[in-house]
């Protein structure tokens, strides 16, 4: 199947020649027809998988062959960064089209505040927002969406952990009953199936592959003691030449650690994390996509939705504690059919966390042996019980590998 195949308007066909896409990725394929034909959809799939042009082009078909320039389609995501994303995204895929769009999400000065107005109150023809700011909007009254023809909900199961699920409802109060809403969702709990049913018609329903990294990543890990964490990684990151390389670790204190210390040794090294204010991470992203910055360290704030081309390297500096983070943190590499490789460090307390990976990706990670100098690693047996102290005598014995420093 090819984009024109699915006679999508000579406008976009132009914009998606000039952006190099040559034919529709899966999940384009599945839904792209039914959103064409006006239904409802449910879309299971990853960040990666080409998601968000799988709604973005239906939707620029639909207003570029409108008369009237009018709020078209509202767009909700969980966070600023995946809003700045879906932004520069349908900048591309809009190019030749005159369709215009405004990105309303938290932060920013009184200036932003008055330029979102601006484009809310002159219909710019997409909205791409975070649930909180643009309630703010809409309580102050100007915002039109009494024309809206559909609603994305953009990482939706995201945006029910972060608690936006009375938000969602109520600012569907504010747009018409009748209007197409497509929902795409990493997963599947039963509380996105809730929301479905309250919010939409008879959707066509599409699962990609769910909580599987995507074919070309190649996944590895060590099994380490903590203490032989940071120089491992110091190690592997001086070795590699990938011009960019993210790094995962789930606690901010952690990734300042990291940062520091790798800054030190003298890596072209940057952090992320929520203590950064908006300005300060969205400055630290351009470098890292532009790669004057060569490596990243963050915590999950970057696991799911961020598209950043051409990382060659995801580093899990610790087993994340979700086994569905692990897939979003491969994600970041091998997006859109192109490969990348994934390294996890294994923990003595992450072997349980990492065996449960293993089984919800159905697949055995291989675990690659440690570099003679850095001594040998614990044995990997994740169904061992990690001993609370209260009953010292295991019920089975089983015989461990000693650590570089003799017996654990
Ligand atoms: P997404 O899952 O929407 O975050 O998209 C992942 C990446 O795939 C982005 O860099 C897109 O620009 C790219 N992409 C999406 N669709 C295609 C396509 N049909 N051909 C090539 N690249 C694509």
Known sequence: MTFADLGLDDSLLDGLDAMGFEKPTPIQEQVMPHILEGKDVIACAQTGTGKTAAYLLPVLDKISRQEFQHTSALILSPTRELALQIDHAFQGFSYYTGASSIAVYGGG???????EKRAMTEGASVVIATP???????????????QIDF???DEADKMLDMGFFEDIIKIIGFIPAKRQNLLFSA???????????????????????????????TQTAFVVYDRQKPELLKR?????????????????????DLERDLRKKGLPIRAIHSDLSQEERESVLLSFRSRQTKILVATDILSR???????????????????????HRVGRTARAETTGEAITFIGEKDQRRFSDIEKLIERVIPKT???????TGPAYEPER??????????????????GPGGAQ
């Open 236 to 256: 592997i990151l001086t070795q590699r030449t990938d011009p960019s390389m993210l790094v995962f670790a789930s606690t901010k204190q952690t990734v300042k």
């Open 151 to 153: 609603l994305v909900l």
């Open 369 to 375: 042996e440690m570099p003679a100098d850095l001594g």
């Open 385 to 402: 019980k990690i001993s609370s102290g209260k009953n010292k005598r295991p019920l089975f014995r089983k015989k461990r590998r000693p």
């Open 109 to 115: 000065d009184g200036q932003t505040f008055e330029r």
């Open 132 to 146: 909180g700011r643009l309630i703010s909007h809409l309580n102050l009254g100007y915002v039109k969406f009494n």
């Open 305 to 327: 939705g961020i598209d950043i081309d051409n990382i060659g390297l995801v580093l899990n500096y610790d087993v994340p504690g979700d086994a569905e983070d692990y897939v």
């Open 187 to 217: 997963t599947m709990p039963t509380k996105i199936r809730e929301l479905a049913r309250k919010i939409m018609n008879d959707p066509f329903e599409v699962n990609i592959a769910i909580s599987k990294p995507a074919a070309g990543v």
